[in-house]
C-alpha cells in the first residue's frame, strides 16, 4: 500500500516520478482498513528535501499510511517558504489532543549548541513527553536521536575533532532484533555531524540497548527496552546527491570540510557518486512500520492512552 500525502505537496510530483505508488485521498477513504496514522516532525531549514526523502521510505511498505507534518511554533524557518508550511505543517497546538501510531522526529542544523539553548528546545520536549502516551512508537534521526536521548535518559552529546561524513560500515550487535531482520552482518549508512554519543554513556543506562554500531562513526541504532523508542544517529534517508550537495556548499563557502569518505568512487569528488545504502535504508524503515508501529499499536488508535497536562 501506498504513502497518502495531499495533492499539493511538493514531495507528490517527486515521488510520482519515481515510480512510487501515492494514493488518493478519495481511493484512501473507499479501502476497508484502518491507515497508520504517522506524524513527521521536521525540524530540517530545507522541509520539502527532507519530507520528500522520509516519504519515499515510508511509501515502501504494504501498509497504508497517512502523514501529518509538523513545524515548531517557536522557531521561524528562513529556508521554507511561508506558504507551503500554512498549507501543508501544523504545529503541536493542533494535533496534542490526538493520537498517532508513529512520530518521526529528524535531525536539525543545531547540534553544536548546547541543547537548552535551542529556540525550540521548551517545546520540543513538551512533544517528547506527549509522545510517551499519544503515539505508539517514535523514530529519532541524528540530532533528533541525540535530543531525544538526553531529555529521556541524560545521555550527553560530544563534540568531533572532525566532522562525521561520509557512508560507513555498520554491523549488526542484536540479531534477535526485529527492527534488524533482514540486514546483512555488514551494511553501509551515512552520517554528516560534528558531535556523537559514546557507547560508555549509554551502557550506563538499564533502559536502552545497541542494535548496530561502526568502528569509524560509532553508535548507528540505539532502543529503548521496551522498543517504543529508537534512536538513529546517521542518515538512512539520504538522497544519492545528499552529500555532495553539503561537500559542495561548504566548499563554496570557504568552511574546513573533508570529502566525504566512502562516498565518490576512490574518494574522488569529481566522480559520480555512488548510492550503497538504499537497500538497507529501505528495510529499515519497513521494519520499524511493520514490527514496531503496525502490529503493536491498537486498531483503535483512541486506545492509545491520552497524554494528562
Keep these: 500500500m501506498p504513502v497518502k500525502i495531499p495533492t499539493t505537496l511538493p514531495a507528490r510530483a517527486t ?9 488518493e485521498e478519495d481511493r484512501a477513504v473507499h ?5 497508520l496514522r504517522v506524524a513527521i516532525l521536521n525540524l530540517m531549514p530545507t522541509k520539502v528535501t527532507t519530507e520528500t526523502q522520509i516519504l519515499r521510505l515510508l511509501s ?8 501529518t507534518l509538523l513545524h515548531t511554533a517557536t522557531h521561524e524557518s528562513k529556508n521554507t517558504d511561508a506558504d507551503h508550511l500554512l498549507n501543508h505543517y501544523v504545529t503541536f497546538e493542533n494535533i496534542k489532543h490526538e493520537k498517532f501510531d508513529g512520530l518521526i522526529v529528524t535531525g536539525a542544523p543545531v547540534e553544536q549548541m548546547p541543547f537548552e539553548e535551542v529556540d525550540y528546545w521548551n517545546e520540543l520536549t513538551r512533544i517528547f513527553d506527549w509522545a510517551e502516551t499519544n503515539v505508539e512508537s517514535t523514530f529519532y534521526i541524528c540530532w533528533g536521536a541525540q535530543a531525544g536521548l538526553y531529555h529521556r535518559y541524560g545521555i550527553p552529546k560530544y563534540d568531533l575533532p572532525h566532522k562525521m561524513f561520509g557512508v560507513f560500515e555498520h554491523c549488526v550487535l ?3 532484533s526485529k527492527l534488524m531482520r533482514g540486514f546483512d552482518d555488514i551494511f553501509l549508512a551515512p ?25 569509524d562513526a560509532g553508535v548507528y541504532i540505539v532502543a529503548s527496552k521496551d522498543r517504543r523508542h529508537l534512536f538513529i544517529t ?12 553539503e561537500y559542495d556548499r ?3 563557502k570557504g ?3 573533508h570529502v566525504p569518505k566512502n562516498y565518490y568512487p576512490n574518494d574522488d569528488p569529481s566522480h559520480e557518486p555512488t548510492v550503497r545504502w538504499r537497500g538497507h535504508a529501505n528495510l529499515l524503515y519497513s521494519n520499524w512500520l511493520n514490527y514496531h508501529v503496525y502490529q503493536v499499536t491498537p486498531y483503535d488508535v483512541d486506545k492509545i492512552p491520552q497524554w494528562q497536562r
Excluded at 515502501?60 to 502523514?67: C, D, H, K, M
Design 15 to 23: 515521488l510520482e516520478s519515481e515510480n512510487i505508488f501515492i494514493m
Design 31 to 35: 479501502q476497508d482498513i484502518r491507515a
Design 60 to 67: 515502501n511498505s504494504a501498509l497504508q499510511v497517512e502523514i
Design 174 to 176: 542484536n540479531r534477535t
Design 191 to 215: 552520517h554528516s555531524r560534528h558531535t556523537e554519543i559514546r557507547r560508555a554513556d549509554i551502557e550506563k543506562s538499564n533502559e536502552l540497548d545497541i542494535l548496530a554500531e561502526s568502528d
Design 234 to 245: 546517521g542518515h538512512s534517508e539520504y538522497d544519492p546527491l545528499t552529500l555532495k550537495g
Design 250 to 252: 561548504d566548499v563554496n
Design 255 to 257: 568552511l574546513p570540510i
